[in-house]
């Protein structure tokens, strides 16, 4: 039972993102002009990547590569971006805490950079497909930074809600395991 | 250690070739999906709606609350309005009953103004707003097929994109580019015929969407309001559409451009209806090809 929370907890955040982006568009309080995108389920990988996965394992990857497909399903008429920026952001974090500790601030660092990282790509990679025509300039005054911010405040929501959790569960997982 | 170098640059090769393969395949214009997909986007559909309607009791109980505060002054307004409604029922009717009695007089029960609406509410919007679409809670189930129009009760405010049993998706307006027109009418008012055009899209910079008409120099002027003619073969006729702001003439001087402002508000969405044309679809050319 305790090895379904991750992947219920990802659907019920995938789920969560699509009806409050439905109210984000039109909350007054926001310049009417920025977009923000919640990457609410990459940030919940990452976490999961850093507090769960052990080094040789690859759950956060394996939950990756499934809810990239469903947001793709979901929000956008093409398969394949959102799978793969996720996917690969996830895989990288994966990398680098190897080389780091796990604390609140390489947490902070990571959740960023990953959401930097994959908002980047995601614009590149739908530039190429002609999705959209937006000028870099507009695009990081407009959405980059504005998305940045309003996922670093659910950034720290998921980590007080699942820092321990997710430490918890891993223990309970893996200690057995061994 | 070489073996293993070799084997993640294999896998990474062959997901990278999965990728562009996926991308490419949906990519095109399709309006069928697989049966993957249509579960997928119902088993979230349902778990969206369970989300949805108390999220959506509590905003509307706020707003009520708020409203409240203008409830007489709107009052004097309305009633004094009243009279003036009465008035125009009363023609409304007439008219009605007489173009049912010619149209039997003629044998012509079918207009291409007749539609069965569908209710529907909004369940979820795309994060990835460079896609404007939004999921509603009705499918193939209840009659919803993919290309129908959809309106609110301010005009039109897309058109169902893919259909699944249970839910579908709008793209709404400020969304639709070239390959998707709409053929549309201007009205004005004291003219027998009244100027066609075609919707082309949307403009981002002046947020209204471009109606290229279809003669040069014609009576349409700023103000006039723009309806859908139904002679697209996808939308009833007298869908609202919007109101024109300006005319300007195209790049090359051949025809006018009309930017028109859309009548109903894409930001706001709760309840909207899928309009079911009665007039049956002619087929189009890619039909054709493909049988």
């Known amino acids: 039972m305790k090895r379904l929370y991750i992947p219920l ?137 504005p998305t940045l911010g309003w996922n670093l405040l659910f950034f720290l929501l998921i980590y007080l809600l699942f820092k321990k959790k997710l430490t918890q569960w891993s223990n309970d997982r893996f200690d057995r395991k061994d | 250690m070489t073996f293993f170098r070799k084997k993640r640059l294999f896998i990474l090769l062959i997901s990278l070739m999965i990728l562009v393969g996926l991308i490419g395949f949906t990519i095109r214009e399709r309006s069928e999906l697989t049966a993957v997909e249509d579960f997928i986007r119902d088993t979230t559909g349902w778990a969206q709606e369970i989300i949805t309607v108390p999220v959506t009791f509590t905003t509307s109980v706020v707003s009520n609350v708020q409203e409240i505060k203008n409830v007489y002054r709107e009052n004097q307004i309305l009633k004094s309005r009243l009279s003036e409604y009465r008035k125009l029922q009363y023609q409304n009717q007439e008219l009605s009953r007489e173009t049912i009695e010619l149209e039997s007089l003629l044998d012509k029960t079918e207009s291409l103004s007749d539609y069965t609406p569908i209710q529907a509410s909004v369940i979820a919007r795309s994060k990835e707003q460079w896609f404007e679409q939004i999921t509603i809670n009705r499918g193939t189930q209840n009659g919803v097929e993919p290309n129908m129009a959809v309106i609110t009760g301010e005009g039109m405010i897309g058109k169902v994109q893919t259909a699944s049993p249970f839910t579908s998706t709008v793209l709404l307006l400020n969304g639709f580019d070239r390959s998707n027109r709409i053929s549309v009418e201007v009205n004005i008012e004291g003219e027998d015929t009244f100027p066609s055009g075609f919707i082309l899209g949307y403009d981002e910079e002046s947020e209204s969407l471009l109606l290229e008409m279809n003669q040069r120099d014609t009576n349409a002027e700023e103000g006039n309001f723009v309806f859908s003619s139904g002679l697209g073969g996808i939308f009833p006729k007298g869908l609202e559409i919007g109101e024109i702001k300006e005319i300007r003439s195209d790049r090359y001087n051949l025809t006018d451009i009309a930017y028109v402002e859309p009548s109903a508000d894409f930001e706001v969405l709760n309840h909207v209806i899928v309009v079911d044309r009665t007039m049956p679809q002619p087929q189009t050319e890619e039909e054709e090809e493909n049988e």
């Open chain 1, 9 to 145: 907890f990802c659907f019920l955040i995938l789920v969560l993102e699509s009806v409050l982006s439905f109210y984000l568009v039109d909350f007054n309080f926001i310049p009417e002009k920025w977009i923000l995108v919640s990457h609410w389920l990459l940030l919940f990988l990452i976490q999961v990547s850093i507090f769960y996965d052990l080094e040789r394992t690859y759950y956060s990857l394996f939950y990756a590569i499934i809810f990239g497909l469903f947001v793709d399903l979901l929000h956008t008429d093409l398969i394949g971006v959102y799978l793969f920026v996720y996917t690969a952001v996830t895989y990288l974090t994966h990398g680098i805490r190897k080389l780091l500790h796990t604390n609140f601030f390489v947490a902070l660092l990571l959740s960023v950079l990953g959401v930097a990282f994959a908002e980047v790509l995601i614009y590149f990679l739908y530039d190429t497909i002609q999705i959209h025509q937006v000028i870099w300039e507009d695009y990081w005054q407009l959405r980059l930074l």
